[in-house]
């Protein structure tokens, strides 16, 4: 504990100044005596550890510049120092939040040393709660900085264990598909025309990066499904029908686990459907049917369409763009055709004015 006090303070007699200033002196305190108020409040600062204040003083008394030290907040016990006492400074000088009262003249220098002793001791403990606030603030901002370090170091390993699972889910996908000269590069198609779609649509990044996995990911069901009969010359019989319509369930129970594929998995589960409802699994139509559906829905037909298949000679784009007019409203949304159908057009305008300029 502090055994000295730095201490401020104001009395406008000089004599009583001197005075305590010595009784101060003799019990070891370092003071800074001034003459009233307004110099009183030029000098304090949390520097001091206790400031003692006569009352009445001219110009500004002591009431008044402690009312000013309390708005300054610096934790510092003020003593009055006063000759004259009544209730109501006493209740005026309690409500300000003072510390004690010392009378003057100073006649009990040990009663007086009692009561500096004491100022000084709540000083000491209002520092100390200070220090231990202060320093728990700093330690509760370290350990948010660490905890923030760590969640962005969990995110960011989590997002490479995401990345990784649809990586390694669409790297089987693909491979499954380039075994078939008739389905390779059919997920690459379906994703570039669907991004360009939603980009036509306005849709925003997040949603643009889950319809990106969805398109990568809709066929992962023909996986586990045995699909040769994909490759036969002529229409499939209804035993085949029924095991390749088992693909978006079987797609959506593969990424089910996945929690973090949640809208990615519906998608793949009902990009069969039809706003008619007569699509499958789930038979649902309309509005039950998000945007992200609708348009992997054209996207995956129209690519059907206009590829080259064991069983039927493929469409060319017009008549792709054609089919899909024609199935507006009951297979098809007609605002992801009516956007489909411009950018296909906008794609063919720009790839005849490069050959133009390639043959110029």
């Known amino acids: 504990m502090k055994q000295n006090a730095k201490i401020l303070l104001a009395d406008d ?44 003083m001219p110009d500004m008394d002591g009431f008044e ?42 006649e009990d220098l040990d009663m007086f040393n009692v009561k500096i002793r004491r100022a000084l001791e709540k000083r000491m403990y209002v520092l100390q709660e200070k220090a231990y606030k202060d320093n728990l603030e700093r330690e509760v901002r370290a350990k948010t900085r660490e905890l923030e370090e760590k969640n962005q170091l969990l995110e960011e390993y989590s997002e490479k264990l995401e990345a990784t699972a649809v ?56 996986l586990v499904i045995d699909l040769s009969c994909i490759q036969k010359a002529g229409p499939l019989n209804d035993e085949e029908w029924a095991l390749i319509k088992k693909h978006p369930e079987v797609g959506y129970n593969i990424l089910k686990p996945l929690d973090f594929l949640e809208r990615e998995g519906m998608i793949v589960r009902h990009h069969h459907e039809r706003l008619d409802g007569k699509g499958y699994p789930d038979g649902i139509g309309g509005g ?42 009951s297979q098809f949304d007609p605002e992801v055709v009516k956007a489909f159908r411009t950018v296909l057009l906008e794609r063919r305008d720009r790839q005849q004015q490069r050959a133009e300029f390639r043959d110029f």
Do not use: W
């Open 13 to 56: 007699d000089a004599l009583v100044r001197e005075a305590v200033v010595k009784i101060l002196d003799m019990f070891g305190h370092e003071v800074l005596a001034v003459a009233d108020g307004r110099e009183a409040l030029d000098a304090a600062d949390d520097s001091f550890d206790i400031i003692i204040l006569d009352i009445n």
């Open 65 to 106: 510049v402690m009312e000013r030290l309390n708005q300054r907040k610096l934790g510092v016990p003020v003593l009055f120092l006063t000759g004259a006492g009544s209730m109501e400074y006493v209740v005026r000088a309690i409500n300000l939040g003072a510390y004690d009262f010392i009378s003057k003249p100073i």
């Open 167 to 222: 990586n390694t889910i669409v790297t089987l996908q693909v491979a499954m598909e380039e075994k078939d000269q008739y389905t390779a590069g059919h997920s690459t198609r379906v994703t570039e025309y669907s991004r360009m779609i939603g980009e036509k649509m306005g849709l925003g990044r997040e949603e643009l990066g889950v319809l990106d996995r969805a398109c990568r990911l809709h066929d992962i069901g023909k």
């Open 288 to 329: 039950e049917i998000d945007l992200l559906t609708r348009i992997i829905i054209a996207a995956d037909s129209y690519d059907a369409m206009t590829s080259r298949r064991s069983y039927r000679v493929n469409m060319s784009m017009e008549e792709g763009i054609a089919e899909l007019e024609r199935c507006v409203g």
